[in-house]
């Protein structure tokens, strides 16, 4: 893609971008643009990469295709099949890539302007690093936009500075070595729904490799889009709590899970002490960024109140009904258009 590198940017490894767009059939298709957009915008060109590639199974209109292509032609389309999952989608994606660094992003983000160059950069400063995760958030606008930032998957930004490790990342926002991730790939055969990358994450902390945090590389991830979005994205997030926690306990090869009544209680009240932890955590935080917030609340906490309660729905149907979702084929199957 061919452009000439200032000093500092010829110091950088030579890296590749994924997107992928399972998400754009429950999300606006606006959100892609909107996430191509800020990526045009880093201080870093996307045109330095060796590919920019938006993985496609289906989603995007020929039309769209085309006016993408014609406004940034330094990205490519690469098809796959219109029933692979997110995870199999991004390694399906990273063996089409040639950088050394490959960066995943999702088209259902949008990321600040110096986050590439604060991804890219660890891996220049220190060969031992395989791994750099940003930190993900949502917006926090309006009495909805203020009840998701309290409830959902993703925490405020941490606001410091400085690299350090973390115990987890998450796949829109994080830059792996690629023949470190070709060597360790993101599992996607697993009964459960999205917590695949909080298995890695275990399974690399275990063999003694570090994930580390740069909390300078910031990324805004949308907001569920709609009931329909909203009800099954917080009832699986709550059954992936423990069936993650399952799999943690059992080979990666688990295509069923088991219930184990006292183990999974145990596991259940853990569950229900950090979500409760983490959401006065998230109260303070949330409104200590913006006080105004506060006039908010009365609208949102409705709309939280009902997150928590299809979290925890989800938590006892995992608990008592294990294999709820999973078709024969080993695979979470849910009824809504698209899996966010």
């Not at 928590?308 to 008592?320: K, N, Q, S």
Request: aromatic share 12%.
């Amino acid at each position: 893609m061919g452009e000439l590198k200032t000093k500092n940017e010829a110091e950088l490894p030579s890296f590749s971008i994924i997107i992928e767009t399972e998400n754009l059939s429950i999300a606006e298709l606006d959100g892609l643009l909107r996430c191509l957009k800020t990526l045009g915008e880093q201080d870093i060109s996307p045109t330095l990469a060796n590919e920019v590639l938006i993985v496609e199974s289906g989603d995007v209109p020929a039309e769209l295709i085309e006016r993408i292509q014609t406004n940034y032609p330094w990205i490519g389309f690469r098809k796959i099949e219109s029933d692979i999952g997110y995870y199999e989608a991004k390694m399906k994606g990273v063996a089409l890539t040639t950088g050394e660094v490959v960066v995943l992003c999702d088209s259902d983000c949008t990321y600040e302007t110096i986050w590439l160059r604060n991804l890219l950069s660890p891996f220049a400063n220190n060969p031992e690093i395989q791994v750099v995760a940003g930190e993900t958030t949502t917006p926090a606008d309006g009495a909805y936009g203020v009840a998701i930032a309290l409830t959902y998957i993703f925490p405020r930004f941490c606001r410091q500075e400085a690299l350090s490790p973390a115990s987890s990342y998450f796949c829109n926002n994080v830059a792996f070595r690629r023949s470190f991730l070709m060597q360790h790939p993101i599992p996607s055969d697993l009964p459960i729904y999205r917590g695949n990358c909080t298995i890695h994450a275990r399974d690399l902390s275990a063999e003694g490799y570090t994930i580390w945090r740069q909390p300078l590389s910031r990324a805004t991830h949308a907001a569920p889009n709609g009931l329909s979005h909203f009800f099954w994205r917080f009832l699986l997030l709550g059954y992936d709590a423990l069936a993650v926690k399952r799999i943690a306990d059992n080979p990666p090869e688990i295509k069923r899970q088991t219930l184990k009544p006292l183990q999974d209680l145990i596991s259940c009240l853990s569950i229900d002490f950090g979500k409760f932890k983490d959401l006065a955590k998230r109260f303070y935080t949330v409104f200590a960024e913006d006080i105004r917030r506060l006039l908010y609340l009365p609208a949102a906490l409705p709309i939280a109140l009902a997150a928590l309660f299809l979290y925890f729905t989800g938590l006892v149907i995992a608990y008592f009904r294990p294999n709820y979702f999973v078709a024969s084929s080993g695979k979470v199957e849910v009824s809504f258009e698209g899996n966010g």
